[in-house]
């Protein structure tokens, strides 16, 4: 059974910085794509970072540069470091697994992230 556990979030001033984890058992972490999607009141879920295949990465153009994506396999633990935060960043942040192989995806429960103005 694939279980993602996220955890980091929390409130922060803008200028702020956090960083996300994502906690991964019952799937081998580097051998499929991964990464982190944020979702706010009212609007569709969104790409924010991820590794695509292998160490190859993409980011949102509203986090490049200040977003990265990074991740351990020894741990199966996966990070999104946030600098800079703005209020526009205030979202849940989930953290995404698909495994090609069978065509499934997986979700984690999701972590509050609010940045104060």
């Known amino acids: 059974q694939v279980q993602l556990v996220e955890s980091g979030g929390g409130l922060v001033q803008a200028g702020g910085s956090l960083r996300l984890s994502c906690a991964a058992s019952?799937?081998?972490?580097?051998?499929?794509?991964m990464g982190w999607y944020r979702q706010a009141p009212g609007n569709q879920r969104e790409l924010v970072a991820a590794f695509t295949r292998g160490d190859t990465t993409t980011y949102a153009d509203s986090v490049k540069g200040r977003f990265t994506i990074s991740r351990d396999n020894a741990k199966n633990t996966m990070y999104l470091q946030m600098n800079s935060l703005k209020p526009e960043d205030t979202a849940v942040y989930y953290c995404?697994?698909?495994?090609?192989?069978?065509?499934?995806?997986?979700w984690g429960q999701g972590t509050q992230v609010t940045v104060s103005s």
């Open positions: 019952g799937i081998i972490f580097n051998d499929n794509p």
């Open positions: 995404h697994v698909f495994r090609p192989v069978i065509g499934r995806h997986y």
